[in-house]
């Protein structure tokens, strides 16, 4: 009894070590929700507890063509006769992609790549739960939440302002069964008054092919100083381009350049039990921090493991593409190292350290941007293959760092085991993060 005690103590030990500074926050091993009190713990029809309810939300199954084109005056055509299809919750299909802290609120974002997901973008009143496994909540609720189709990840500003890429596609696995329900936009959300406060739907020069909405999956925020100048970024990992976004001019436009495209050489992966290759371009950019002048905007393709940059002055010109020498304007960084392939990354300006989600090799890491982009100047800070297989989002916030991660692979090409925990949020503390390695 002895020697079992002693090694499930250096087991938990490991465990620990493993995740480093990282605090698991929340955990899941299917997502639930609370809609208006009301608990959906197993696949629904939209049959919830009493009629009102039951007629209120069944409005939210995708399951005809004059639901989807009612402002168009389309005219009735009969339901999927898919079963799927007219299912309001699916219990299994939900794999939450995005999260966010802003406040109080830790925002989730849930993208339609399968049917009988409720709502795409929900949150948790972190005052209000203490739990493992909290029920979410659709933002801003059920019946606004209706003006959202599919969100990746969302980002706020220092203007309380919550942005997001609205793909409008209902993004099934076949592709001819995909349906682009509404026109790719950017939203944004007063989170003060949790109302919508404009949309934005990009212009046909921005999509340049029927595919594009599935790879507008980030967006980033620049303000300098005024909340009315406002730029947003917004990469195109599957047409390989940048869409830039101007809140002022209420305008926007497309640059594209060969390091927004995919690394052969770094297309094969091997996460969460799962062999396979992708070929996702341009997939986050960091900002470095704001001064009088132009802020450096570090970006990587998911399928790479070099980093880049590129001027925000640069994006902001909207001719500067035109110009014959922009190509040579855009500045290679260096290589992270092996299997060092990234979703998201984050810029914590008092260090000017970069951080990033590894998914190629199940971790965390970081690199000073003050320092030369080499693998011994990367330090991984928590790595574990089954609790940070696939981190799918980081970002920074009030001095921490936050990361889901979510088993997608596992997901997509074989079953997650609804026995064991599958989703998890995490955060830590950059001083604990940086601590005695290479990036402090």
């Not at 704001?290 to 399928?303: E, M, V």
């Not at 692979?409 to 074989?414: A, M, V």
Request: proline fraction near 5%; charge should be negative.
């Amino acid at each position: 009894m002895l020697k079992v005690y002693v090694f499930l103590c250096i087991s938990n030990v490991v465990l620990a070590q493993n995740l480093g500074a990282f605090q698991e926050v929340f955990a899941w091993k299917q997502v639930t929700y609370d809609i208006n009190g009301i608990q959906l713990l197993q696949d629904r029809y939209g049959d919830v507890e009493n009629e009102r309810m039951k007629r209120e939300t069944d409005r939210l199954v995708f399951s005809t063509v004059e639901e989807q084109n009612s402002n168009q005056g389309s005219v009735t055509t009969p339901p999927d006769t898919n079963a799927d299809a007219n299912k309001f919750f699916i219990q299994y299909n939900n794999v939450p992609m995005g999260a966010e802290k802003v406040g109080h609120r830790l925002f989730v974002a849930f993208p339609r790549r399968r049917y009988g997901i409720p709502a795409t973008l929900n949150y948790i009143d972190l005052n209000d739960q203490n739990g493992r496994s909290p029920a979410l909540k659709p933002y801003p609720n059920i019946y606004s939440g209706r003006s959202l189709i599919s969100v990746y990840r969302t980002r706020a500003d220092t203007c309380g302002r919550l942005w997001m890429v609205d793909t409008g596609l209902l993004e099934l696995p076949v592709a001819v069964n995909r349906r682009q329900l509404q026109p790719p936009a950017i939203v944004v959300f007063d989170l003060k008054t949790d109302q919508e406060i404009f949309r934005y739907t990009f212009k046909e020069s921005d999509i340049p092919s029927a595919s594009t909405p599935t790879g507008l999956a980030s967006i980033t925020v620049d303000i300098t100083n005024n909340c009315a100048d406002a730029y947003a970024y917004v990469p195109d990992l599957t047409t390989n381009g940048i869409i830039v976004y101007s809140l002022r001019d209420n305008d926007s436009w497309r640059i594209t350049h060969n390091y927004f495209n995919f690394n052969p050489l770094s297309e094969n992966l091997r996460v969460s039990g799962e062999y396979f290759q992708w070929s996702d371009g341009i997939f986050s950019i960091a900002l470095s921090p704001a001064g009088s002048g132009c802020r450096t905007a570090y970006f990587h393709p998911l399928i790479s493991t070099q980093e880049f940059s590129i001027s925000t002055c640069l994006l902001q010109n909207r001719t500067a593409s035109s110009d014959r020498y922009f190509f040579d304007k855009l500045t290679y960084l260096g290589d992270r190292g092996s299997n060092s392939q990234s979703t998201m990354h984050d810029f914590y300006e008092p260090s000017r350290v970069l951080f990033f989600a590894d998914i190629g090799r199940d971790a965390i890491s970081c690199w000073n941007t003050e320092r030369k982009l080499e693998p011994q100047n990367v330090a991984i800070l928590a790595q574990d293959s089954e609790r940070l297989s696939y981190p799918s989002d980081l970002h920074i916030t009030d001095n921490e760092v936050w990361v889901i991660a979510n088993k997608l692979p596992r997901f997509g090409y074989s079953s997650l085991d609804t026995n064991q925990y599958n989703f998890y949020i995490y955060k830590a503390n950059v001083r604990d993060l940086l601590s005695g390695t290479v990036c402090e």
